[in-house]
């Protein structure tokens, strides 16, 4: 029975921005000119999917996002608004399943976007130019093929489907390796040698926690800071596991010493923490009995600094019973007043005492 029945196979084609655009002049019966811009846009955002095209322009005239003007005598719209809106997630999923089609030049360069998550700043993508050439150049192929947008100075995946496709389709090895290769980069960019007398060390005072203000951090000494900052998450993403060699964990080490002096100069004492912490898991668990002792006590400073302002007095006393047990009273000096207050806050005060008086013998 079912061999006499004919079946006809249609094949639907992608609609292409001629076709929009002739849809759009037919529906809002508006000229080209004024349609061009937006069938551009609907075209990137739905790759040219007939029923994803529809489903669009339905939604942004249910939201009034395009809605009948009285004043203009005819439909209007804000381009700007319509260009930053985020992609459908069903398009988007038919747009990650077509990333293997791309050059693999252009998946390399959405392989090193993704590495920052679902957004970059075109100026540091200027700069990786360096790391990778033909970055910016596709950029605009990428924007045609609503892979990604663009708002301003800002390069955005047009969806996070997209963008965790690109990352994780990525083996996680070669995701490790391009997260540390991309760190080892930005952290030669900013030259942390040249700018290490720029960089402004902390002070732990008594009375209030301060950083000394001899140096202003804006203009060029800023910009270095934040490529240490970003080196660091980028190093970090890629994990202690994969980096075996000691010189570079103590490199990255101080790269991230850095990176908390940064944060914390922005007040920024939870990043800071981050920051400090991941330094020391770098130098490892016998840090004190190597020879980065200095090291591993301005990183111990530093997050129990952080966990100061953060209010978290227990693990200010965890970091500040390491440094005192591990370097000279000299040495460890400037965590006294923050270990006693830390007790204070708890209402431990018979042992702030006790080592209040122990301190001064």
């Known amino acids: 029975m079912t061999?006499?029945?004919?079946?006809?196979?249609?094949?639907?084609?992608?609609?292409?921005?001629?076709?929009?655009?002739?849809?759009?002049?037919?529906?809002?019966?508006?000229?080209?000119?004024?349609?061009e811009q937006l069938a551009d846009v609907v075209h990137k955002k739905t790759s040219g999917h007939a029923l994803f095209a529809i489903e669009l322009l339905n939604s942004h005239l249910r939201s009034s996002?395009?809605?009948?003007?009285?004043?203009?005598?005819?439909?209007?719209?804000?381009?700007?608004?319509?260009?930053?809106?985020?992609?459908?997630?069903?398009?988007?999923?038919?747009?990650?399943?077509?990333?293997?089609?791309?050059?693999?030049?252009?998946?390399?360069?959405?392989?090193?976007?993704?590495?920052?998550?679902?957004?970059?700043?075109?100026?540091?993508?200027?700069?990786?130019?360096?790391?990778?050439?033909?970055?910016?150049?596709?950029?605009?192929?990428?924007?045609d093929k609503?892979?990604?947008?663009?708002?301003?100075?800002?390069?955005?995946?047009?969806?996070?489907?997209?963008?965790?496709?690109v990352y994780e389709s990525m083996p996680l090895a070669e995701r490790q390796m391009l997260h540390l290769d991309i760190g080892q980069f930005l952290g030669e960019q900013a030259d942390i040698d040249k700018t290490s007398a720029a960089m402004i060390p902390m002070k732990i005072g008594f009375d209030r926690l301060q950083l000394d203000d001899r140096d202003s951090i804006a203009g060029k000494n800023m910009a270095h800071?934040?490529?240490?900052?970003?080196?660091?998450?980028?190093?970090?993403?890629?994990?202690?596991?994969?980096?075996?060699?000691?010189?570079?964990?103590?490199?990255?080490?101080?790269?991230?010493?850095?990176?908390?002096?940064?944060?914390?100069?922005?007040?920024n004492s939870r990043a800071a923490l981050h920051y400090f912490?991941?330094?020391?898991?770098?130098?490892?668990?016998?840090?004190?009995?190597?020879?980065?002792?200095g090291l591993c006590l301005e990183l111990h400073e530093g997050a129990a600094m952080a966990l100061f302002t953060l209010g978290e007095p227990e693990n200010v006393i965890h970091y500040a019973d390491k440094i005192t047990s591990n370097t000279t009273f000299e040495d460890s000096l400037e965590i006294h007043p923050i270990l006693l207050r830390s007790l204070s806050q708890l209402s431990r005060h018979k042992e702030s005492i006790s080592r209040a008086i122990h301190s001064l013998r």
């Not at 609503?146 to 496709?165: M, N, P």
């Not at 912490?277 to 980065?292: E, R, T």
Request: proline share 1%.
């Open 3 to 35: 061999n006499n029945i004919k079946i006809t196979k249609i094949k639907l084609s992608s609609l292409s921005k001629e076709d929009i655009s002739d849809m759009l002049m037919a529906e809002l019966r508006l000229p080209l000119r004024f349609v």
């Open 65 to 143: 996002i395009i809605a009948y003007s009285f004043q203009k005598r005819r439909y209007s719209w804000d381009q700007d608004t319509i260009d930053i809106i985020k992609t459908e997630d069903g398009v988007a999923g038919l747009i990650a399943s077509n990333l293997k089609s791309l050059s693999p030049s252009s998946q390399r360069v959405l392989q090193i976007l993704s590495c920052f998550g679902i957004q970059t700043n075109i100026s540091l993508l200027q700069l990786l130019e360096n790391f990778q050439k033909g970055i910016i150049c596709s950029l605009d192929t990428l924007v």
């Open 146 to 165: 609503g892979i990604l947008d663009r708002a301003y100075s800002i390069v955005i995946f047009a969806h996070d489907l997209i963008q965790q496709e």
């Open 225 to 267: 800071s934040s490529l240490i900052s970003l080196a660091c998450d980028q190093i970090d993403s890629a994990g202690l596991d994969i980096i075996r060699d000691e010189g570079l964990r103590v490199q990255f080490a101080v790269w991230n010493l850095y990176g908390g002096k940064e944060a914390y100069r922005w007040s």
């Open 277 to 293: 912490s991941k330094g020391i898991k770098f130098l490892g668990q016998d840090c004190w009995h190597k020879n980065h002792v």
